[in-house]
């Protein structure tokens, strides 16, 4: 080993040049002290304190780090939990009135919370510890461990209410520790009004306030980690971030502001509800293949979330998307040609016998749509009006859950009543007994009372209220037991619980709203006029509850009536590519902003598994990236931009066998559309490499006199058969005007010529 040490002596002193021989000396003594130690932080450390080393500096490390590189000396990295332990650790000393540089730790805080990872709050073992200078006050709170493995360190702004960063250590382009070397980045994600802001716009806010251009946070070296600095660093850090926050809030709202000064006195009102639709109701369109249900998502969750910051990650959106979802607050629905009013409002439908020989009762039940904004309506009068306890059990949580209830009845008008959603109805709230503090309910349509149970009602959340999912009211019986009758009113009664401790645990401010959304996938595949029917006007910003021409309607089935709330946000998606509909009811057009979303081939490299290159064995390649622009560059010609191809075909691509599926599962199915069989201009498309040229030889029919009987005859174009041997490499090189057998030379002259072409 002293011999590699030597070694490196030579590299010091060509890269560094000075001071070599005191630092290789002491570099010599902590090797020596380590060698018998296989975990240099083990017995390294304790080792450098005994000899009275004092000269570890940088290019010490250096020197370790190209040793432990080597693997002479090896190296064990701190980890992402031990780092958020030993900063809880220190957090947990302070105490109120201490001062870390410009920093006042103010106290250690179990009761407010404005979002963590995935909506986890734990306040006894994530409590939040909260920071003030003069002008934010911080809570910073860290998560050793989320349940999967993860660690956090949360921020969350006290001054606006609202989480600033979920700091995510799992994250290599957060967090990188390379060799002893721990560095912390922004990653310039923000979510501020509808989903995720583009990069370059945050990083260009950051830049304005002199922010590191790299994004770096801070960085220390595990030798000596200073926890103080460290936690300074992290809240000047959340300092910056809350600025470049604001800043692009004023950017937006000077940008509305100016658009709507621009237009004459006339037209102002109209711009401003043009602004308004623009974060209500949106449909993303354009040709299959491009992302639009996964950016649906991306919307969808930056609504319901929007202190939600993790949008690099696929996985943490898809998984905070399906934690939204299972709250209630996105729901997903698509549209076909059989959907109709009766099924996204309200219609008569079966209800099936609960008895043998009974007869198929019908009823009125409500469809997605009403449902959802009923739930939100009901959901709004449960936000307590003040901020209460926090509640650590189901008695505590319960009493103020009939305490909250109460508080809605007593505030009822003459004639007025509280209903709650059930899954195919509303359930009534009648009365809450003082003594037993039981819930009368009634269901909208029964003829019967239910009082509902406080124990009963334990039994369903105790039994729920883990990874389980309550999905229909006909699982309680099955799954509860069977006591529990009523299982229409117990069902809306254990959502209207869930949601209320949703409140509880956020504790957010009494006038802050949650945004609900509706995602429709291929909208334009329904009856739009049908299945809206007259609640189409509804739609409208200034026509929903609490605006300022807010209309309500009554519904044809149940006479009830209704309104669309203010924060359900509509978001459609649709597929320019298809033939087998018509264009959209233009009243729905009217109501709608449209936003297209084309193919990306950049999308293929930077989030691809492959880097965007295949190869073979004989080390010919095709870029994926120049292979889709050729192809829609052909297509728009031929056809239109609507039918180009996305880029979400060739994302999963990794090898050859990937690429011939693509081809011919994906690509050459959807050309043959596009064409119309006309494999001549599949040939103009993709090459010789896919499609024969005809045969010379013409057909050869039965003695029979026909006009045009040689014309007939003649033979068509054919696609070759793609099996496992097909040469896939060499039929994307033909495609792409490149030698199909990967002549260097050859190739390099061809991109030349393109070059010049452009």
Not at 55 to 82: C, D, F, G
Not at 91 to 107: A, M, R, S, V
Not at 339 to 354: A, L, N, Q, R, V
Not at 561 to 574: C, D, K, Q, R, W
Request: net charge negative; charged share 30%.
């Amino acid at each position: 080993m002293l011999k590699s040490v030597e070694q490196s002596k030579i590299v010091l002193e060509r890269e560094n040049g000075k001071d070599v021989d005191i630092l290789f000396s002491t570099l010599r003594k902590v090797i020596t002290a380590c060698t018998e130690d296989p975990l240099f932080y083990d017995g390294g450390l304790k080792a450098i304190e005994n000899l009275g080393v004092i000269h570890i500096q940088s290019p010490v490390w250096a020197l370790i780090h190209l040793l432990e590189k080597r693997e002479y000396i090896k190296v064990q990295n701190m980890t992402p939990k031990e780092l958020v332990k030993k900063v809880r650790e220190y957090l947990e000393t302070l105490q109120p009135g201490d001062q870390i540089g410009n920093w006042n730790f103010k106290e250690k805080n179990t009761t407010i919370a404005f979002g963590t990872p995935a909506g986890a709050y734990n306040p006894n073992m994530d409590p939040g510890f909260v920071f003030k200078n003069d002008k934010w006050e911080f809570i910073l709170r860290t998560i050793e461990d989320f349940g999967d493995g993860r660690s956090y360190f949360v921020l969350e702004s006290i001054t606006t209410s609202k989480q600033l960063v979920n700091f995510n250590l799992s994250n290599n382009q957060r967090y990188s520790i390379v060799r002893g070397l721990h560095q912390l980045f922004e990653n310039y994600s923000m979510t501020i009004g509808l989903g995720a802001r583009k990069k370059v716009e945050v990083k260009a806010a950051f830049d304005e306030l002199g922010f590191d251009p790299k994004g770096l946070i801070t960085s220390f070296e595990e030798s000596s980690f200073d926890v103080v600095r460290f936690i300074i660093d992290f809240l000047d850090y959340g300092a910056v971030r809350q600025q470049v926050k604001l800043n692009i809030q004023q950017q937006i709202s000077a940008k509305a502001a100016n658009q709507v000064i621009e237009e004459n006195e006339s037209d102002a009102e109209e711009e401003t509800a043009g602004l308004i639709e623009q974060s209500i109701n949106l449909i993303l369109y354009g040709p299959p293949g491009t992302g639009k249900t996964y950016a649906t998502r991306e919307r969808a969750v930056g609504l319901a979330n929007p202190d939600f910051d993790d949008v690099d990650s696929r996985k943490e959106i898809k998984k905070e998307y399906e934690r939204l979802v299972n709250k209630g607050l996105i729901q997903f629905v698509t549209f076909h040609q059989s959907m109709g009013y009766e099924d996204f409002i309200e219609g008569i439908k079966p209800i099936p016998p609960t008895e043998d020989n009974k007869e198929v009762a019908y009823d009125i039940e409500d469809g997605i749509f009403k449902e959802i904004c009923n739930r939100i309506k009901s959901a709004k009068k449960l936000r307590p009006k003040s901020s209460i306890k926090y509640v650590s059990n189901f008695e505590e949580l319960y009493n103020e859950f009939i305490n909250q209830i109460s508080s809605i009845l007593d505030d009822l008008e003459e004639g007025e009543i509280h209903t709650i959603p059930s899954k195919r109805t509303n359930v009534r709230i009648l009365s809450i007994d003082s003594k037993t503090s039981t819930m009368l309910t009634k269901g909208e349509r029964a003829e019967t009372t239910v009082s509902i149970d406080k124990e009963k009602l334990k039994r369903i959340y105790n039994h729920y209220n883990t990874e389980k999912v309550l999905e229909n009211a006909s699982q309680l019986r099955k799954e509860i037991g069977t006591d529990i009758d009523w299982e229409t009113n117990y069902y809306a009664a254990y959502k209207a619980l869930k949601e209320f401790e949703r409140f509880t645990s956020q504790q957010n401010s009494s006038d802050q709203v949650d945004n609900y959304v509706l995602i429709i996938d291929e909208i334009n595949r329904g009856n739009v006029s049908a299945i809206f029917g007259e609640l189409i006007t509804l739609l409208e910003p200034d026509k929903r509850l609490g605006q300022p021409e807010e209309l309500r309607l009554t519904l044809p089935y149940s006479k009830t009536e209704f309104a669309v709330p203010s924060n359900l946000h509509i978001i459609g998606t649709m597929n320019t590519a298809d033939r087998s509909v018509e264009a959209l009811d233009t009243a729905l057009r009217r109501r709608f902003e449209f936003e297209e979303v084309m193919p990306d081939p950049s999308v293929i490299k930077e989030e691809g598994n492959s880097g965007g290159v295949i190869k073979d064995d004989k080390g010919r390649e095709v870029n994926l990236v120049d292979l889709l622009t050729k192809i829609n560059e052909r297509i728009e010609v031929l056809v239109d931009r609507d039918h180009t191809i996305g880029h979400s075909y060739f994302i999963n691509v990794t090898n050859e066998d990937d690429l011939r599926a693509a081809f011919k599962n994906k690509v050459i199915p959807l050309l043959q559309e596009y064409f119309y069989g006309d494999y001549g201009k599949i040939g103009l498309v993709l090459g010789t490499g896919f499609v024969k040229e005809p045969d010379s030889t013409p057909v050869t029919f039965a003695a029979f006199n026909y006009d045009n009987k040689d014309e007939l005859g003649q033979r068509g174009y054919q696609l070759k058969t793609i099996g496992e041997g097909f040469d896939i490499i060499g039929a994307c090189r033909v495609l792409m005007g490149l030698p199909e057998k990967g002549d260097p030379a050859k190739e390099q002259e061809t991109l030349r010529d393109a070059q010049s072409d452009k």
